[in-house]
Nanobody, 121 residues
C-alpha cells in the first residue's frame, strides 16, 4: 500500500506565499518522479511543477519564477514553495508520484487527495 498525503493549503491574499508538502509512505522501493498538479473549477488538471530523482525540475510557464519545487529523498517528500500568488493560482493542488513498489518491477502513478489553495484579490 502506498499513500501520498498533502498539507499546507489554505487561504492567502494576492501576493502572499504558501508552502505545500507531500509525503509518500508505504512499501516504496524507489521514486522516479514527484510532481504537483492543480485543477481549477471547470478546468482540466494541469502540471504545475515536477522533479526527478536527478533533481532536475520543470515548471509550467504560468508559475516560472514564482514557484519552486524541491524534494527530500530521505523522507520521500516533495515541497512546493509558492510566492507572489495570484487569484488565478486558486485551485486544488494534487501531488503525484511515479514510483516502484517494493517487490515489483512496475512503475505506477499515485495521487494524493488534494489540498485547496485559494488566493483572494
Amino acid at each position: 500500500q502506498v499513500q501520498l498525503v498533502e498539507s499546507g493549503g489554505g487561504l492567502v491574499q494576492s501576493g502572499g506565499s504558501l508552502r505545500l508538502s507531500c509525503a509518500a509512505s508505504g512499501s516504496i522501493f524507489s521514486i522516479n518522479r514527484m510532481a504537483w498538479y492543480r485543477q481549477a473549477p471547470g478546468k482540466q488538471r494541469e502540471l504545475v511543477a515536477a522533479t526527478t530523482s536527478g533533481s532536475s525540475a520543470n515548471y509550467a510557464d504560468s508559475v516560472k519564477g514564482r514557484f519552486t519545487i524541491s524534494r527530500d529523498t530521505d523522507k520521500n517528500t516533495v515541497y512546493l514553495q509558492m510566492n507572489s500568488l495570484k487569484p488565478e493560482d486558486t485551485a486544488v493542488y494534487y501531488c503525484n508520484a511515479l514510483l516502484r513498489r517494493s517487490g515489483s518491477d512496475y512503475v505506477g502513478s499515485y495521487w494524493g487527495q488534494g489540498t485547496q489553495v485559494t488566493v483572494s484579490s
